[in-house]
């Protein structure tokens, strides 16, 4: 069932069958919890500081980043929304089915135009809520000219302590923003002690996230060409919808298209993130 509920001028669709529950605002598209049945562990984190009012970006979740990554979008930084727009934009829910498998639901933002981006685009993104949670970001060129555009699941997974967190399954060289973006090999074994914001620049398709020595969540991911890792660490204490020891329960793992992904008219991509307990 999908439950829609309104909270200070947001609102909000509770979804809940036999295999899940997940929690989506509509202001963002963004998917804020997700809970499977089969241990009751919540999989994403939500900063307890998040603004669930429409006045910022929601902290935690799954942000969808979208035309641009970052500040990525050849503007001076600043002039143009980080990650995009359609975090900050209200979505609609266009379709809602349930099958054995879950939960699916059908969100498209009210518009997909604005400064920085003029194009004729369809987006839609479609949410899968069951044993797994099955995130796809499908963008269509509707119209007569190309673009390049990027995007990204910005999902913040929840790990108990991230000083007994590791990530398997990334390989390959790393661009390093806190370093000035910097080419870096990708440490193994991938484990935190220091702030961390890198873009993988290979198509990582499984990453898992590992806590205290055990699988707790994987991530598959497809249609991205790299993959961004990122936890704060001290710097959360100047994020003022974090908490200063938020960064200990996260961990950032983005499915990303941050090398500019060039779509004719009439081409889709996809972006697909699922996100499976383990
Ligand atoms: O994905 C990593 C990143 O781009 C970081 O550089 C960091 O700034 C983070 O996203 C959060 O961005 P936000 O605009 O949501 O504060």
Redesign the pocket.
């Known amino acids: 069932s999908v439950r829609v509920s309104e909270s200070n001028g947001l609102t909000f669709l509770h979804v809940e069958n036999p295999l899940a529950s997940a929690k989506i605002s509509l202001f963002g598209g963004h998917i804020l919890s997700y809970i499977p049945k089969s241990d009751g562990q919540e999989r994403l984190w939500l900063s307890p500081h998040a603004f669930l009012n429409g006045e910022r970006?929601i902290?935690g979740g799954i942000?969808v980043?979208w035309p641009w990554?970052?500040d990525d979008h050849g503007k001076q930084k600043g002039e143009l929304?980080?990650?995009g727009f359609l975090?900050t934009q209200v979505w609609q829910l266009t379709s809602s089915i349930e099958d054995e498998n879950g939960t699916h639901l059908i969100l498209t933002p009210s518009f997909s135009r604005a400064e920085g981006f003029e194009y004729d685009c369809e987006v839609t993104l479609k949410v899968s809520v069951g044993e797994h949670l099955t995130v796809n970001l499908s963008t269509e060129n509707k119209g007569v000219v190309p673009f390049t555009f990027n995007c990204?699941l910005?999902t913040y997974f929840h790990v108990d302590d991230i000083h007994n967190t590791e990530l398997k399954g990334i390989s390959g060289q790393y661009k390093d923003?806190t370093q000035n973006w910097a080419l870096e090999d990708t440490p193994s074994p991938y484990t935190f002690s220091q702030q961390t914001?890198r873009?993988h620049l290979s198509a990582v398709k499984q990453t898992d996230v590992v806590v205290n020595g055990k699988t707790f969540t994987k991530v598959i991911s497809n249609g991205n060409d790299s993959l961004?890792v990122?936890n704060?660490w001290q710097e959360a204490a100047s994020?003022s919808d974090m908490d200063p020891f938020g960064y200990k329960h996260m961990i950032?793992v983005?499915t990303?298209m941050t090398g500019g992904h060039d779509l004719a008219p009439g081409q889709v991509h996809e972006l697909i993130q699922q996100v499976i307990p383990v």
Do not use: G, L, M, T
Request: with cysteine; glycine share 0%; hydrophobic share 25%.
């Open positions: 970006p902290r942000p980043c990554f970052s929304p980080s990650h975090r990204a910005h923003k914001d873009i961004v990122w704060p994020i950032c983005e990303s």
